[in-house]
Every structure is written in structure tokens, then in C-alpha cells.
């Protein structure tokens, strides 16, 4: 059994996925690349007697120093050596898609053209001589269908067969023309002194290639002065004959040679000017047509994720509640009374309360991969860009805000489609500020206490507007001052739409839908447990409880536990807000999920099975409180701290705590200028 | 900007060069046959011309080899296709003519004309667009007293670039003007000199817009399409 590494390599849109899922079947690892929270997903296979490791590139559409996704897959061609690149193209969209292959040509690998989607480049007219494309451009050439797993074999054969033969010297190569070739060749003789090292590593070319489109990063690994003093002069040479930069006038060249080799190897059948697509895009982004649909679509999408999804999520309700009184009930009486506690209101609350959001998130997760898979994705983001770039976001960003509304969770996991760092941070941000299911079990609480029956909808508009101004605001704030820069140009391409396959659509809403499970059973499940402990910790002295009846101990317990002490440390704090130590207590428990904000109220007011139905309890806090008050709470849980798990993931994500704990405090102390505001503004009016 | 007074070539050689730059940039190279049937003349006529621009280092010409143009000749050909948009849309701008009617007159016109006078065509076509009383009362004594109805489309003096374009309007990337990773960014997905890009349409809200490049879909900020000059056709 020999075993090989092979990396693939492709276009975004270029079915690069598929092929993947095609060749690996279901044994995948998805974690980073070091360092970045660039998807890395490995996968393995055996064929004939290879053993073959897939490593899935990130998909690019060049390999410049400009974007960390194509230096990652850059850097990893050239420090870890696969055994063999297969790069997945488009064949209905060929010349783009060889442009990305002309570059790993240049890097002296063993490599495999995956032609892939070869049945709509059928279907749209187009005939390749491939037997000759293969031999212009030195590579066996296999046609694929990857999302109906045609061409597997003969895809694993070609690459074997490729691992297996003699390495040989490439003829045919991208020539840049004579004024270019000359300053490459200086360039490559002036290389090998001080940069021994470098040059076997990456190749002579290559280096003098991309030292003479100044690359950064690979002018940063050359020490000797000399070679960098001889590109310095080339570059001015070159620019000045040229009257470009020698970057582009390359970039130039190399579709040329595509150009070029195109026109000996395609036949196109059919002249269609407009196909389907055009048809699609003339109405959905059509000047008066374009906003309402992308509306409706939205409203779509939140119906079946909350409206369709409450039925089973109120099944799960039901099981996780089952399983507690299972516990309960079967509970050898008096044995660690604690540990059923914990069991019980500790782990089944906690992850519970985390799972039972699962159907929501998994049909969000379907409808966004149904909108991606189908081509709309890109189209929203078309139609949104305007707004979006006015507060200095991507068309991109306004994704994951809409998953937002569902879980921060997922929806901080989402913003990875964001290229510019400062993009993807400021989203993260303000994320927390796009109000979550969770929170709405609060406000559901809140607002039936308060207010009369026809203020009770715009009510609940009101906060989520409030949030939404807050998120736009406070995006617009931080990309002026923190995420101060540039905006990421909006150059995104516009995938022909295509009907989404089940399978394909099953695998994406599972694969991340599958992350979110393993954080509830991770650190959710961990951090449950800590708050389980403080909630319960220390236990007040038995004769302080003397004369109690089972609700006043309950809530006597609470008052002496470690979060009752922290509520009550913090009462002077937010007093100002209208807050007394009963509201801080419940709030601090909110840091682990939003929804026990409602159950900690319901055993401060030691309120048999607390929920937001309970009348009774809506009955105590009128009687306890202002409707200003009421607001004021809704307002600080819409905005301040969010819940541990989103700490957790913008930690992850961002791959920093400074950006998490910047996230906590930042939205904390927003929260508490605004609510402070309205409850003295408010306090003075009403 | 100023135009170079170069007027070495031919009518008709104008003409074969603007056949290679029209079809090179839809598809990479220009045969001889597809520029005979592009000009309606026979394949031999073809060759003696070819040869001459070849001669004249304007076109890469090999008997039975795809077509191409040099950099003086991609440069010369851009030229002649920027005199006949100006002309074109000065028909139609200033003068009111029928769309089909102008671009038939500017194919005779643009040979003789010289660059300096197109460029003064430019500038009186970019003062009267400036001043829209003056263009509604020159399009309106035109269209009184010759009955053509044809409302004037916007038009700009070259260069224009690709955020200048009407919907469905085809050009010819001429150059990318910018810096650093957007310059890059644009050329590595296709928009690189010599290309033809067509202007599909732009968003609900007037911007992005979708551009058709190489056979695929593009969407970019009009900031970003300014930075591309184009020749229209």
C-alpha cells in the first residue's frame, strides 16, 4: 500500500466542493488551516493499492499575496509538496478557470485537470478537443460531473497514475514576451547567493516571477540586496516600456496563453446569446422587481426556520422535559440530591436549552444552502451591497446579520465568507446586536406585563428596530475608528443559476449544523455546569433556611449562592438603570443563555416552572415594576453582554480572546449608556 | 487628453484592423475567413492586407495561423474605434440622427477625419450634454425640422470606462486604471486590455452592476468599473 497526499485545487463555483465530497465519500475532517480560521478539510480514500489523503484548498480564483485564502493554498502547494494538484475547472466557464491553473503550472507540481460540470458545458454547446488541450497543457484532463459522482475512477486513476510517473521537464509554459523573459532571466541569474534555500525550495521561476510582480510575501523571504536591487530596476524598466505595471501586463499574458490555447482546443456548436440565467437575473435584480423579491425570499426563510421549526422544537421541548422528570422520578430518593440537580437543571437545562433550538438552525442552515447552491446567494448580496457599503460592510455581510435574528452562534460561524479581515470583524461585532430567538422568550415575558394589547406588536418591532439602528450604527462607528480601511472591492462573480441537488444541499446543512451540536456538547455543556455550580454554591447554613417552606428556600438558596452575591454586589451599579439586585441576578444567569433569564426571574419570585406564558409571574413583576423599568430590562438584554456560547465562537473565530472580550465589554457598556439614557430621559418624562 | 496625428493607414487597412480588434476581443484570436465575412470581402483581398499591417508590425500574422494584434497595433486599432464612438455619438447626441443611420455615416466618416477634429466634436458633445437647455433646444430644432424623435442617450467624450456604459452596450478593455490589489484583482478575473466586456445591468438601486466577461457573470461596485477604460462599440 503506497500512500500519496494529493491537494485540490479550483475556482470558487467550480463544483470543487463535490468533487470533493465525490472522491472522499463521508470520511472527512474538517478543522483550520494554523493560524487562520481558514476551513481545512481533509478526507481519505483507497484506489486499486494507493492509499490517497485529499486536502481541500480553499477555493481561489488566482494566487497573488493579496488575499490569505490564496496565499494558504498557495503556501501549501509550495511547502508541503502533494504528490499531486488536481485543480477542478468549470469547463462551461474554461478561461477563467484555467487562469488559476496556469498558475500552479508555474509551480512545477504534478497536476490533474478535473473538467468538471463537462455535462452543462454539453448542454451549452461546447465541444473540447481534450485530447489535445491535455497535450498543450501537459496534464492528463478527465471529465467529472461531481454532484452525480460521475468520473470517480477514472479521476483516481489518472491521479495514481500521474503520482506514479517520472517527473518531466514542461515544454509548453506561459510565455511573457521578449521584455519580460529578458527581465525574468536577469532576475533568475542574480537569485542562488544568499538565497540558497529559497531558490531549491520554490523554484527559480517561479521566484523571479513573482519578485517581478512584487509580491510581498515573497519579497519578504529574499535577503540578498542585490537580487532585490536588480527587480527594483526591471520593475522601473519594465514600466516604463510597458506603461503598466509588469503585474497586470502578466496577468494580461497569461490569458493570452489561455486565449490561445482555447482557440485550437473549443468548439462552440451553438451562438446563445441569452441562456436561462440571463433570463433569472433580468427579474430577480431587475430595477423595480429585484427589492420585493429579495424580501419575500427573506421572509420565506425565516417562516420555515421559525415557523416551521417551532413544531419540532416543541418535540424536543417535550423529550428533553421527559427525560428530566425520567431522572426525577427514577432517582433513588435522597442520594446526591446535588448530582441530579446538576443533571438535571445543570446539563438537560443547559445543552437542552441549546438543542432544542437544532430544527431552527438546521432548516436555516438548509434554506441559506439552498439559496447558495441555487445561485440567489450571490444575487443578494448583488441587490444588498448598496446599502450595506453605505455602512461601510460588504454586500456579503448582510448574510450572516440575517442568520443573526436566528443564533449569533452560526451566524458568526457564516461570516467567514467574508474576505477583508476588518470586514468580517466589524460583522462579528455587531452581530450580537441583530436580537435572537432566544432573547425573544424575554421579551415575550416582558411585554404582555407591561402594555396594553395593540402596543404589543409595535412594541416588539420596536426593539428589534432598535437593534438593528444599534447594528448599523455601531458598524459604521467602528469601521471609522478600530476597523479603520479600505473597503473590500465588490468583484464577486455571479454563478449561472442551477437546480440545487439534495444531496448536495443535505451535505451543507449538515456539515454545519453539525459544528453547532458539537458546541453545545462542548463548551456549553462545560460552561453549564460552572454556572449549575455558581447558582448552587455556596449553600446557605441550614438555620437560615429553619421556618422556610420549599419556595422560600429555593429562593433563599439563590440569594446565598455565588450569583446571588454577584447580583446583589452590582445592585448600586445598575440602579441607576432601574434595576434591583433581583433583575442583576437574573441578568448574570443570562450570560449563559439568554433564554434563563426568564427561569432565574421565575425562581427569584419563587414562581412554580417558570416560562414566558406564566401569568402569574407577569402578575408579580407589574406589581414590582415600572413599564419603563420593563423596557429598560428588554433594552439592556437586547444589547449588552452576549451569551457564552457567541463569546466562545467569536473567540474561535477571530482567533483571539481580545476580540472576544472586546465584544463582551464594547456591547455591555453600550447597553448600559443606553439604557441609562432612556431610564433617566424616560424617568423625567413619564 | 490628445491624440497622436498618426493617419498612416488606409481607409480600408483601418478598417481590417478594426475587423481584428472587434473579433479578437470576442474570441481571443481573428481568423482570415472570419475577417472576410466580417468586411464582406474575398479571402485573397484578406491576405495582401494582413500582409501590409504586418509589415507595418500592427498585427502577428503567419499564413494558416490564428490572428493577432501587436501592442502598436491593439493601440492604433482602440484609437480608431474611440474616433468612431465619438463620431457616432455625436450623430446621435447632437445631431439627432437614428441610431443605425449614424453608425453607417461613421463608418465612412472616421477615416478622414482627423483626431483633433474628433476631439472637438468630444468637447462640444460633453458641453452640450452639460447644458441641458442648450441640448433640449438643439435636439428639439432638430427633431422639428427633420422628424426624427430619437431622445439623445448619455454619452461622455473618451475615454469612457466600463461605469460609463449603457446597459447592453459591448466595449473593449483598453486599460486598468488603478493600483495595488484591485488592479490585480480585476485583471485576474478576466478584465484584463484587450477584452470584451458587455454591460448587462446594474442593481435595483443603480449600482453594483453585472458585467458579461469572457463567458461568465461579474458584479463590481461603478467605482470600481471607473477605473476600467474601455472603448465602446
Not at chain 1, 536577469?186 to 527559480?204: M, N, P
Not at chain 1, 522601473?236 to 505595471?245: A, S
Not at chain 1, 476597523?483 to 464577486?492: A, S
Not at chain 1, 458546541?519 to 453549564?528: Q, Y
Amino acid at each position: 500500500m503506497k500512500s500519496i497526499t494529493v491537494a485540490l485545487a479550483g475556482n470558487p463555483n467550480s463544483g470543487k466542493t463535490s468533487v470533493f465530497n465525490m472522491l472522499t465519500g463521508a470520511r472527512q475532517h474538517v478543522g483550520n488551516y494554523p493560524g487562520v480560521t481558514v476551513e481545512k478539510k481533509e478526507g481519505q480514500c483507497t484506489h486499486r493499492d494507493w492509499r490517497i489523503t485529499f486536502v481541500d484548498l480553499p477555493g481561489t480564483y488566482s494566487l497573488t499575496a493579496y488575499s490569505t485564502e490564496e496565499l494558504i493554498a498557495r503556501n501549501y502547494i509550495q511547502e508541503d509538496r502533494p504528490d499531486v494538484v488536481v485543480d477542478v475547472v468549470d469547463a462551461s466557464n474554461l478561461e477563467r478557470n484555467l487562469y488559476l491553473a496556469t498558475q500552479i503550472m508555474e509551480m512545477d507540481v504534478p497536476m490533474v485537470l478535473a473538467f468538471n460540470m463537462s455535462d452543462l458545458a454539453k448542454r451549452r454547446g461546447l465541444e473540447f478537443d481534450l485530447a489535445q488541450l491535455s497535450q498543450l497543457l501537459e496534464m492528463p484532463i478527465v471529465p467529472t460531473v461531481g454532484n452525480k459522482g460521475q468520473g470517480r475512477t477514472e479521476l483516481l486513476d489518472a491521479i495514481v497514475e500521474t503520482a506514479g510517473a517520472e517527473r518531466k521537464e514542461r515544454t509548453h509554459r506561459v510565455t511573457y514576451g521578449g521584455e519580460i523573459e529578458d527581465e525574468l532571466l536577469r532576475i533568475e541569474e542574480t537569485l542562488g547567493k544568499a538565497d540558497g534555500g529559497v531558490v531549491a525550495r520554490y523554484g527559480r521561476r517561479w521566484l523571479a516571477i513573482k519578485l517581478l510582480e512584487q509580491d510581498e510575501d515573497v519579497t519578504s523571504k529574499i535577503r540578498s540586496g542585490e537580487v532585490l536591487k536588480t527587480v527594483g530596476q526591471s520593475v522601473e524598466h519594465l514600466r516604463d516600456i510597458l506603461g503598466d505595471e509588469p503585474e497586470i501586463v502578466m496577468a494580461d499574458r497569461r490569458y493570452g496563453f489561455i486565449s490561445g490555447a482555447c482557440q485550437e482546443t473549443i468548439q462552440s456548436s451553438v451562438e446563445r446569446r441569452h441562456d436561462v440565467s440571463d433570463t433569472i437575473d433580468a427579474v430577480v435584480t431587475n430595477r423595480i422587481l429585484g427589492l420585493p423579491i429579495f424580501l419575500l425570499l427573506m421572509y420565506v426563510v425565516f417562516f420555515l426556520t421559525f415557523k416551521v421549526g417551532s413544531y419540532p422544537m416543541e418535540w424536543l421541548e417535550t423529550f428533553f422535559g421527559m427525560l428530566a422528570d425520567g431522572i426525577v422520578r427514577h432517582w433513588p430518593q435522597g442520594r446526591a440530591e446535588w448530582l441530579q440537580s446538576l443533571l438535571v437543571d445543570g446539563v438537560i437545562g443547559g445543552v437542552g436549552g441549546v438543542l432544542v433550538f437544532l430544527p431552527n438552525i438546521l432548516l436555516l442552515f438548509m434554506a441559506i444552502a439552498l439559496l447558495e447552491d441555487s445561485g440567489y446567494m450571490a444575487r443578494a448580496a448583488f441587490v444588498m451591497d448598496r446599502i450595506m457599503h453605505k455602512i461601510g460592510l460588504h454586500g456579503k455581510s448582510f448574510i450572516p446579520m440575517l442568520i443573526g435574528f436566528g443564533c449569533s452562534v452560526p451566524a458568526i460561524m457564516a461570516t467567514r465568507i467574508l474576505e477583508n479581515r476588518r470586514s468580517r470583524l466589524t460583522t462579528i461585532m455587531v452581530i450580537p446586536l441583530m436580537s435572537c430567538g432566544a432573547r425573544l422568550t424575554i421579551y415575550a415575558l416582558f411585554i404582555p406585563a407591561f402594555f396594553p394589547r395593540h402596543w404589543q406588536g409595535p412594541m416588539l418591532w420596536l426593539i428589534y428596530l432598535i437593534g438593528i439602528v444599534l447594528g448599523i450604527v455601531a458598524a459604521k462607528v467602528l469601521r471609522l475608528t478600530v476597523f479603520r480601511g479600505e473597503t473590500t472591492p465588490f468583484v464577486m462573480e455571479l454563478p449561472p443559476y442551477r437546480m440545487p441537488t439534495s444531496k448536495g444541499v443535505l451535505v451543507h446543512t449538515w456539515q454545519r449544523g453539525w459544528l453547532y451540536i458539537r458546541k453545545a456538547g462542548t463548551v456549553i455543556l462545560a460552561l453549564s455546569i460552572v454556572l449549575w455550580f455558581a447558582m448552587n454554591f455556596p449553600k446557605p447554613p441550614a438555620d437560615r433556611l429553619s421556618g422556610l417552606d420549599a419556595q422560600e428556600a429555593r429562593q433563599e438558596g439563590l440569594r446565598y449562592s455565588t450569583v446571588g452575591r454577584v447580583g446583589l454586589a452590582v445592585e448600586p451599579v445598575l440602579q441607576p438603570l432601574g434595576f434591583d439586585w433581583k433583575i442583576g441576578t437574573a441578568l448574570i444567569g443570562s450570560v449563559a443563555a439568554k433564554e434563563l433569564f426568564v427561569s432565574q426571574l421565575g425562581i427569584i419570585y419563587s414562581v412554580e416552572s417558570a416560562d414566558e406564558d406564566s401569568p402569574s409571574l407577569r402578575e408579580q413583576l407589574r406589581a414590582n415594576y415600572t413599564p419603563l423599568v420593563g423596557f429598560c430590562v428588554m433594552l439592556f438584554c437586547l444589547i449588552s453582554a452576549p451569551c457564552v456560547a457567541t463569546v466562545a465562537m467569536t473567540r474561535q473565530e477571530t482567533q483571539s480572546w481580545h476580540w472576544a472580550l472586546f465584544q463582551f465589554f464594547g456591547l455591555t457598556a453600550l447597553a448600559y449608556t443606553v439604557t441609562l439614557v432612556v431610564y433617566q430621559v424616560g424617568r423625567f418624562w413619564l | 487628453m490628445t491624440f497622436e496625428s498618426t493617419k498612416s493607414l488606409s481607409a480600408s487597412l483601418e478598417d481590417y484592423l478594426q475587423a481584428i480588434f472587434w473579433t479578437a476581443a470576442a474570441k481571443g484570436a481573428a481568423r482570415a475567413k472570419d475577417i472576410a465575412r466580417q468586411l464582406g470581402v474575398k479571402a485573397s483581398s484578406v491576405t495582401g492586407a494582413l500582409q501590409t499591417l504586418a509589415e507595418k508590425r500592427f498585427v502577428h500574422y503567419q499564413p494558416y495561423e490564428a490572428i493577432t494584434l501587436t501592442a502598436e497595433g491593439f493601440d492604433e486599432a482602440a484609437r480608431v474605434a474611440q474616433r468612431h464612438f465619438i463620431v457616432r455619438e455625436f450623430f446621435v447626441t447632437v445631431l439627432g440622427l437614428d441610431r443605425a443611420v449614424a453608425e453607417e455615416e461613421a463608418c465612412r466618416t472616421e477615416h478622414c477625419l482627423g483626431d483633433d477634429i474628433a476631439e472637438r466634436l468630444a468637447t462640444l458633445m460633453e458641453f452640450v450634454k452639460a447644458h441641458p437647455d442648450m441640448e433640449s433646444g438643439v435636439s428639439q430644432l432638430l427633431a422639428e425640422r427633420y422628424r426624427s424623435a430619437e431622445i439623445p442617450a448619455q454619452v461622455r467624450r473618451g475615454p469612457v470606462t466600463v461605469a460609463d456604459l449603457r446597459s447592453g452596450q459591448k466595449a473593449v478593455i483598453v486599460a486598468v486604471r488603478s493600483g495595488g490589489a484591485l488592479a490585480r484583482r480585476l485583471v485576474d478575473m478576466g478584465l484584463g486590455r484587450g477584452a470584451l466586456v458587455e454591460v448587462e445591468g446594474a442593481a435595483p438601486t443603480g449600482d453594483p452592476i453585472r458585467v458579461k466577461i469572457r463567458g461568465y457573470q461579474l458584479a463590481l461596485r461603478r467605482t470600481e468599473a471607473a477605473a476600467i477604460s474601455v472603448v465602446g462599440k
